[in-house]
């Protein structure tokens, strides 16, 4: 993996925080907090860039898991305001209205959906910037929602590795027990990211790093790693497969 200096990246991010509200002419941040490695590691660095008083955390689970007491401990430690609102009824009434059964993955759709409309409609209200949560291993993989947990203002973690976020967040400190959780967006009972991943985060990692940063072949990235070439090639589908959620809609050229 590519060496980087955690100090000087979170001040980094921190700054960048701080001069993105501020160019704003914002009130402050909300973050989308699930319990999870990604959310907590955002709200501290917005806590480090802007104070308690300027970050607003929301809780908005589904399921009531340890998750949501993981998302209270990150508020409480931090001692930003919270507010938690179960997506559960929204969610159901969709389901209703739609008149059909949906499967689990299309329900986790909507439930990512509904908690990008609740954020920007806390945002709209308070003068504040939705701070979203997304990791370069995800943005890259298309693990995310598009227009869910995919949009926001800015994305302070966009351009660091799921593995990277992990290092940052001991040195934040982050509570040891969201450090250690196996990552999942929680958008079924028992899910987890490297589940449907179907690779683990430091392989994924490695893999990406060789693949997109260092454009190394296929072939001498399984050699690097003592892996089946296989496994790099699930991760290029991966890639390739989700480049129409990075990018905003486009259509053809007319002639103008």
Known sequence: MRELDYDSVIEKLVSFIARKVEEANAGGVIVGISGGIDSATTAYLAVKALGRERVLGLIMPYYETQDVEDAKLVCSELGIEHRIVSIRPIVDSFERALSMELDERSRGNIMARTRMILLYAHANARNLLVLGTSNRSEVLTGYFTKWGDGASDYAPLINL??????????????????????????????????????????????????????????????????????????????????MHKRRLPVGPEVGL
């Open 161 to 242: 590795y799921k593995t990277e976020v992990w290092e940052i967040a001991k040195r934040l400190g982050v509570p040891e027990r969201i450090i250690r959780k196996k990552p999942s967006a929680g958008l079924w009972e028992g899910q987890t990211d490297e589940d449907e991943l179907g690779i683990s985060y430091r392989l994924l990692d490695e893999i990406l790093h060789l693949l997109v940063d260092l454009k190394m072949p296929e072939g001498k990235i399984a050699e690097h790693l003592g892996i089946p070439v296989e496994k790099v090639q699930h991760v290029r589908n991966l890639i390739e497969r989700s």
